[in-house]
């Protein structure tokens, strides 16, 4: 770890919108890609005499990240105004929890690439809202829209715990699978839903003291974060080397040349003026209420891994891909809690159920598959209703909504198990195909593949497979 | 009276609000603004070690709202209110990036 005789130290804050229905402080949409600034009213626009409200759903979204990260919850908040002028936000001043964070000392045991754990302390976690998006022009003009203006945001502050890139890359992708869990967020990385600020130095090894830190803002892919962090770690140590000060700055990372290029060394301090806001409510959070969230957060990834390993006999990587998302994850309980075989249901969610994901780049809520189906469906394979064959027009006949009994059934796609059915067809068959009979005798198996073939026709490929074979050899050996 | 704020205070958080005085303006910022100050300081005579910090005079605990969506439909009148807008952009003149967080 580190660049030769150096440790690098990083600390990450991550900033995850929440997708609560409504803003933090305004019942503006909180939705994304609509026209700019279409959910927008005059809270969101910062005019004078409005009187914003905070909303309940995000305080709770963040006790539940707060929970999941294993964080002290404080008993008593109140909001903060952190000022800046910059036209993405028109209140000039962000909404946050500056002086009374909602939680501290959490933590999150990462598993590093070697299978070893790391525990990265978690100082402390807040509530605040997200600012609008600036479009640069080229005419000297910014093009402002004020959709995201008030979204709610967790934003999670790591204690600077974490050695190398590698480290920093672990945090951040196991952090988002537990946001993911708490559902709060789907943290869609290309939708700007999840993005870190990277905090960077080096020091001599057994030095007590950090080297100067260098900042990257709002980085938005993990892999950008790695980068960013391998080429600081080996820059900070030549300069180091060659008897140059580190520089306390911001910079930006850019990925064409996976560098990061210097935007402004700070003078002074930021200088935002936190003051206590004082058009809000203060916040009392009693222990009933904790309950009542903790009641309501969904059971983790890991959590779900072990019990789909221990209990229900699924392979690791396969429990791995069934939690890639809370939607996948909890399709799947349900699906096993609807009698499918559990094994059976892991097979068809991350085969048939992916590929058709994958093809239509659909989300799989948004299907019209349900558990209900996909565990009927399987019910009639286990049973013998269907063939495996046939389950494949059920699954695409579920796949747009059909029940597949019914389905089943109304296109003949049922299965003849029943030997007092098959009997005489087996007798038929073989009356009509003596030379067969005589072949199979003389030693040509060939012969059972033709009279399976005239069975199979007769049934109009109804027949159980396995049925069939066993009536078929035991005739064949009484003639 | 002792000065409260100095002019460069005053030209600093000016910049921080984005905003420009000639000589003049700054001196007379500096001046109000020094006498806000010196009001506070005769407030600040008062004894408050036994007093608990106010930070906020409202005494609505949990004052919230549910977590409702509604939407107010005001974006004609809000952009008609903008100074310039494009595409229901709100047209800006551009500030750079590194003055100010995101």
Do not use: C
Request: glycine share 6%.
């Amino acid at each position: 770890m580190g660049s030769g005789n150096f440790e690098t130290t990083i600390g990450l804050e991550v900033h995850v919108e929440m997708q609560t229905n409504s803003k933090l402080l305004s019942p503006s949409p909180v939705h994304y890609g609509d026209e700019p600034n279409e959910n927008t009213n005059v809270i969101d626009w910062g005019y004078p005499g409005v009187l914003p409200v905070a909303n309940r759903g995000a305080i709770e979204f963040g006790m539940r990240v707060a929970l999941a990260l294993h964080a002290d919850i404080s008993p008593f908040i109140r909001w903060d105004r952190k000022n800046y002028v910059y036209p993405d936000n028109p209140k000039s001043y962000q909404t946050t929890q500056s002086a009374t964070p909602l939680g501290k000392n959490g933590y999150l045991d990462v598993t590093l690439p070697d299978g070893s754990t790391k525990r990265v302390r978690i100082h402390e976690l807040h509530v605040e809202e997200d600012a609008g998006k600036n479009t640069h022009g080229s005419d000297g003009y910014s093009y402002v829209d004020l959709n995201r203006q008030g979204t709610p945001l967790i934003e999670i502050v790591s204690e600077p715990d974490m050695h190398s890139p590698e480290e920093a890359y672990a945090y951040l992708e196991q952090l988002r699978q537990v946001i993911l869990f708490t559902g709060v967020s789907e943290a869609k990385m290309q939708e700007g839903q999840m993005r870190a600020d990277v905090n960077v130095s080096i020091r001599p090894f057994g030095s007590d003291e950090y080297g100067t830190r260098v900042e990257m803002k709002n980085i938005n892919s993990f892999n950008y974060v790695r980068n960013a962090l391998a080429y600081e770690e080996k820059r900070q140590a030549a300069a180091v080397r060659a008897g140059e000060p580190i520089v306390q700055e911001t910079r930006r990372y850019d990925e064409p040349s996976k560098s990061t290029i210097s935007m402004r060394v700070k003078e002074v301090a930021d200088d935002y003026r936190y003051f206590p806001e004082p058009d809000l409510a203060p916040i009392e959070i009693s222990q009933e209420w904790i309950d009542k969230v903790a009641a309501e957060l969904p059971k983790s990834a890991k959590e779900r891994q072990e019990y789909y390993v221990n209990e229900l006999g699924i392979e690791p990587y396969d429990a791995e891909v069934l939690t890639q998302t809370l939607a996948m994850a909890n399709f799947y309980d349900q699906t096993v809690a609807d009698g499918a075989d559990p094994k059976r249901a892991a097979n068809y969610l991350i085969g048939d159920v992916n590929a058709y994901l994958n093809k239509t780049q659909a989300e799989l809520q948004e299907t019209k598959l349900t558990p209900e189906h996909l565990a009927g469906m399987i019910k009639l394979i286990e049973d013998g209703t269907i063939s495996t064959k046939q389950a494949k027009k059920v699954f695409e006949a579920i796949l747009e909504g059909e029940e597949p009994e019914a389905y089943a059934k109304a296109n003949g796609l049922v299965q003849i198990s029943d030997p007092a059915v098959l009997q005489p067809w087996v007798d038929e068959v073989l009356d009509a195909n003596p030379q067969s009979i005589e072949d199979f005798k003389g030693g040509k198996d060939r012969a059972v593949g033709y009279l399976v073939g005239q069975l199979m026709k007769k049934s109009k490929g109804q027949a159980n497979p396995t049925v069939l074979n066993q009536l078929l050899m035991a005739a064949l050996k009484q003639r | 009276m002792a000065e409260q704020i100095s002019r460069d205070q005053v030209a600093h958080v000016a910049s921080l609000a984005k905003l420009a005085f000639d000589e003049e303006g700054l001196n007379e910022f500096t001046e109000q603004l020094g006498d806000i100050l010196s009001l506070f300081e005769t407030l600040q005579e008062v004894d408050t070690s036994e007093v608990e910090p106010t930070y906020s005079v409202t005494t609505n605990v949990n004052h919230l709202r549910e977590d409702q969506a509604d939407n107010w439909h005001q974006k004609r009148e809000l952009l008609a209110n903008a100074p310039e807008e494009a595409a229901d952009l709100i047209k800006v003149p551009a500030i750079l990036k590194g003055e100010a967080e995101e």
